[in-house]
């Protein structure tokens, strides 16, 4: 084979560039020659030469001659004058990691206002954007836009609230629902602390932003590591009765409206009836139905009709000369305002005018109350511990009011007081009998806390349930029996409360019943309901595995269409089981036939016992004696199940008789069946019918 001749001598001269091309054209011609064979060029080769050629670069910085690493020649920039590349840039021994000399610029920092209006931007094309496929992906991710707004420019959180709001038209009231002087504030903190990714942001779209994220399933719960010890087996004997009857009376829900106006209008479509300022669309300048001066079916409680009951309540109960031996009243005081006519100093106000009258009229028992939702500045907002530093505690103001005022009136303990100031309101009380009472805070649970939304995934993110299980525990300890009390209840069908936290309650309720929980108290709906609590998470219903009873207690308002009432118990001083339950109510319809004339205020009158509606319904009957128990009330729902007349009874009491409850007929007898077994919000939405839940 012959030696091809160099195509270029070693020793021409030739500048980088032209050497480059002129080996790439030696490359296809030999590339060519191999594929074709035909080409003149088939059978050239060329050996390069062995040293490198030195004379190519005029400097070194390394020897060019030696073999063992590659040569090194110093580059100076023909156009950058004086710039010579240093050795550092392609020494093999020293690869740079980073350049620090110049990186390219970040944007610059953005004004909070430029930050406010990228975010309203981004949110409104995220919810435009074919390719977030489902309307739960566009509110997760419109949550962790606003998320970094929140954290970034806090004070653009409300601005914001209040423009997704208009522009989604969410409301036609934007600005009075979601400025920082309403709930923006409270959406904000919320936002920049939520996992809005993850769980937190699923429940905050499934309940907020048009059910836009399907309900997630419960946590699992390890209940091994939530008790301290397990359900004692067998239970220990129940208490002997000591067949001596207590005096309790129980009522709720006031919500007294000190802007009451009588002469407004009563069926108004602009806002909270019987108030100056709210009128009816469709008769603009024209009052239809003028505010009587006793009340009103869409209002909230005149002055009037508040004081009205509390005359009632001693004449009516047999109580002038004793007083109750207690009373318990399960929350809210305030009215329905919106949230910007609402104030600190408003429910501060109304807490404490009710709680006087509260005293002055129901005798000299002990009044054990519980916070409501609307006893709260905003409403139904209660942060919790965990938030840290000045968000921890920016509620702290309204405990201390609440158990200043218990303690004030003689109620509370001042240990039961201590407990209300370190546990937003909740309190545990212990009588000199032995017996407790244990109130919560159920904002914790309630499904309009925004703060219950971080770290939703955990059940007992506020420290409350672990609150309630430790009191309990020491109530079993000691042999003792207790009532819960709370405001918003913790299943019926499922609407108000949150499941996770309602979930962890029933398993609690089961682990403490029926040998220390004697009845469960609620209020909220304004309606007479009730609970039954089943062993073994509800999984079989019947009247052996019935625990507890949670007893829903009808309001004082009318608000909306119902009549008002109040209820007293006759209690075993020794079990603390109900023996009776007696209700009365006043026929709100007849109010304005009073007006105009001051000689009579409203009738208050008997509307049920109890054990009389409902008792001769159970088969084999229920003895005299017997308790109205979780055994007597299943034995009423398989009663109700065998002939729906008794449901009629139960849904004409449930407002209270009032003319305007609409009847129970079709699919809402069974789904009322259903919601009186529902102790928890989990129950109730895995088995009930929904829609039926309310007859206002
Ligand atoms: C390059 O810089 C980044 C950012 O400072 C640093 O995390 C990384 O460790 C650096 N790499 C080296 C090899 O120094
Ligand atoms: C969204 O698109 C993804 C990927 O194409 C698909 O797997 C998913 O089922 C879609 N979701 C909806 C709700 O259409
Ligand atoms: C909100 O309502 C206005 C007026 O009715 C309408 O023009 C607009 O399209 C609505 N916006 C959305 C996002 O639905
Ligand atoms: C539940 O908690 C107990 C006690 O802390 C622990 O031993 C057990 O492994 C936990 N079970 C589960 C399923 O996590
Ligand atoms: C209340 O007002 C509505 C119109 O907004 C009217 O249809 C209705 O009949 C009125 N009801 C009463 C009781 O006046
Ligand atoms: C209730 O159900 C449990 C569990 O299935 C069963 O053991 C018990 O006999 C039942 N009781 C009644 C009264 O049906
Ligand atoms: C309810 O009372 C009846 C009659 O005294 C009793 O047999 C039953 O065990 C009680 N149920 C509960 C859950 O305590
Ligand atoms: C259902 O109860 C009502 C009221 O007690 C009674 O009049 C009616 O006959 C009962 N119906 C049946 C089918 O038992
Ligand atoms: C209780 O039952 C409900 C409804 O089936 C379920 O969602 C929940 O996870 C159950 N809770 C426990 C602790 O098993």
């Not at 004081?307 to 809210?332: M, Q, W």
């Not at 501060?348 to 002990?366: H, I, N, V």
């Not at 073994?536 to 009432?565: D, E, F, H, R």
Request: hydrophobic share 35%; glycine share 6%.
């Amino acid at each position: 084979m012959g030696r091809a001749p160099a195509l270029f001598p070693s020793t021409m001269r030739m500048s980088g560039q032209l050497l480059l091309q002129a080996s790439l054209t030696a490359w296809a011609a030999a590339s060519a020659a191999t594929t074709s064979g035909a080409n003149s060029f088939a059978t050239s080769v060329y050996t390069a030469a062995g040293r490198f050629p030195t004379t190519l670069f005029t400097k070194y910085y390394n020897n060019p001659t030696q073999t063992a690493s590659q040569v090194q020649p110093v580059i100076e920039d023909p156009v950058e004058t004086g710039l010579v590349y240093p050795l550092s840039l392609t020494d093999p021994l020293t690869v740079p990691k980073n350049d620090t000399t110049d990186p390219h610029p970040l944007p610059p920092t953005a004004s909070a206002s430029l930050l406010l209006e990228q975010a309203f931007n981004q949110i409104i094309a995220i919810s435009t954007n074919a390719n977030f496929n489902s309307s739960c992906a566009k509110c997760q991710a419109g949550l962790e836009i606003a998320k970094f707004l929140a954290l970034a420019a806090p004070a653009q959180g409300p601005v914001l609230a209040v423009r997704l709001c208009e522009h989604f038209n969410f409301s036609s009231t934007c600005g009075n629902q979601y400025s920082g002087l309403a709930l923006g504030s409270v959406i904000t903190q919320v936002v920049a602390n939520a996992n809005v990714g993850g769980y937190d942001g699923q429940l905050l779209c499934n309940n907020f932003i048009d059910s836009l994220c399907p309900l997630p399933p419960a946590t699992p719960l390890n209940l091994t590591s939530w008790f301290a010890k397990p359900k004692p087996n067998p239970l220990p004997a129940p208490k002997t009765p000591s067949g001596e009857r207590l005096k309790v009376l129980h009522f709720s829900d006031v919500h007294v409206d000190p802007r009451y106006s009588t002469g407004a209008e009563a069926n108004c479509t602009t806002g909270p009836c019987c108030r100056y300022d709210n009128f009816n669309a469709a008769s603009p300048g024209v009052i239809m139905a003028p505010a009587p001066r006793f009340g009103a079916y869409p209002c909230d409680t005149p002055l009037a009709l508040t004081v009205s009951a509390l005359e009632a309540i001693p004449a009516l109960t047999g109580t002038e000369k004793t007083g109750f031996d207690f009373s318990i009243y399960t929350g809210d005081l305030v009215s329905h305002d919106p949230d910007n006519q609402l104030s600190r100093d408003y429910v501060t106000y109304t807490e404490t005018l009710l709680y006087d009258l509260f005293k002055k009229t129901l005798g000299s028992g002990p009044l054990y109350a519980t916070l409501g939702n609307h006893d709260s500045y905003n409403q139904a907002q209660d942060a919790h511990h965990a938030l840290g530093g000045g968000l921890a505690t920016q509620f702290q103001w309204n405990y201390d009011h609440l158990a200043s005022l218990w303690e004030h009136e003689g109620w509370l303990s001042s240990s039961a007081v201590a407990l209300a100031r370190a546990h937003y309101s909740a309190y545990m009380v212990q009588r000199h009998d032995g017996f407790r009472v244990i109130s919560l805070n159920t904002d914790l649970w309630y499904k309009t806390n925004y703060f219950n939304y971080i770290n939703l995934d955990t059940p007992d993110n506020s420290g409350m349930l672990r609150f309630l299980t430790d009191e309990l525990q020491d109530a079993e300890d000691a042999g003792d029996r207790v009532w819960i009390i709370g405001h918003v209840l913790s299943g019926w069908d499922g609407s108000n409360p949150l499941v996770n936290p309602t979930d962890l309650f029933y398993q609690i309720v089961d682990r403490y019943s029926p040998h220390v929980i004697a009845n469960i108290f609620f209020g909220h709906t304004h309606e007479d309901q009730l609970s039954i609590f089943y062993a073994n998470n509800g999984t079989t219903m019947n009247s052996s595995t019935a625990q507890t009873v949670g007893w829903i207690m009808p309001s004082i308002t009318p608000n909306t269409n119902l009549n008002a009432g109040f209820r007293m118990y006759e209690v075993d001083s020794a079990t603390f089981e109900i023996l009776d339950a007696y209700t009365w109510h006043s026929d709100v319809n007849s109010f304005a036939a009073l007006d105009g004339q001051v000689e009579v205020g409203p009738t208050w009158e008997f509307e049920y016992s109890t054990r009389d509606t409902y008792g001769p319904s159970i088969a084999g009957g229920w003895g005299a004696n017997d308790p109205l128990n979780a055994t007597f009330w299943h034995l009423v729902t398989e009663a109700m199940e065998a002939n729906s007349s008794l449901v009629t009874t139960f849904n004409t009491l449930q407002g209270k008789s009032s003319v305007r409850t609409p009847a129970c007929t079709g699919n809402c007898v069974p789904a009322k069946i259903c919601y009186i077994r529902s102790g928890s919000a989990a129950i109730a939405k895995q088995n009930c019918i929904p829609g039926f839940a309310s007859v206002q």
